[in-house]
């Protein structure tokens, strides 16, 4: 059976996460009735990772396996039409070999964080950012931020919850920049890593909320991080300002598939 990668952009709101369940909505659950639509019967597609309710996808991956030799172009095509009306959108399509594994190919997941910083209502951003009544001091944060970067025991920044085997990760880069933006400034946090203990992103941005707002210095950060404890961990930040924003591969599936489209339609 050809196997395809897709690109899935999505809007978390509605969602009660990627995984599919079975009395509530999900991004993975509206892939895969599209696909039946495309060839009716039951289809299990696998992400490079889950994203819990409300989290958002700007370059989500996941792989699904088809008995029809689809041309890749057609084959979003066809599914955006059968999304609809959901906000998922497959933004690319790739023909990959058999053995070739969304979740397990991974090399990186890079994560969006968005904060914006105004007192009034987000209106425009509703849902798309978490918003915060008071400036917040981007180089503090980025202070507390370094203490994080590189292998450590996160536990303290892990769900109770967690399923990982270990929470032991490296921790790739976390840059905290300001984002001066039409909706008012924004901070931004950009995270990377190979993969993420469950929370772990929402845990570091909220944490590091604390530390902007003076409430923490940059050095309670480290000594948070040693305490390999959840209690000594700061608030949880809410889900709707983070975004799944790209996931990296040793080989580009899209880079290829990208180039033959615009080949065979003339555009560039």
Known sequence: ???????????????????????????????EAALAKLEPRAHTIAAAGRTDAGVHGLAQVAHCDMAKDWDPFRLSEALNHHLKPNPVAIVDCAHVPDDWHARFSAAERRYLFRILMRRAPATHLNGLVWRVNNA?????????????????????????????????????????????????????????????????????????????????????????????????????CPPEGLYLAGVGYPDDPFGASVQLHQASTGTA
């Open 136 to 236: 917040l001091d981007v180089a503090a944060m980025q202070a507390g931020a370094n203490h994080l970067i590189g292998r450590h025991d996160f536990t303290t920044f892990r769900s109770s919850i967690c399923q990982a085997d270990s929470p032991l990760k490296t921790l790739d880069r976390l840059d905290v920049t300001r984002v001066d933006g039409p909706h008012g400034p924004e901070v931004h946090f950009d995270v990377r890593a190979r993969s993420f203990l469950h929370n772990q992103v929402r845990s570091f941005v909220g944490t590091l909320e604390r530390v902007g707002a003076g409430a923490w210095a940059p050095d309670d950060v480290k000594h948070a991080l040693e305490a390999c404890e959840r209690a000594a961990c700061g608030p949880v």
């Open 1 to 31: 059976m050809p196997r395809y990668a897709l690109k899935v952009e999505y809007h978390g709101g509605p969602f009660a996460g990627w995984q599919r369940q079975a009395d509530q909505p999900s991004v993975q659950g509206a892939i």
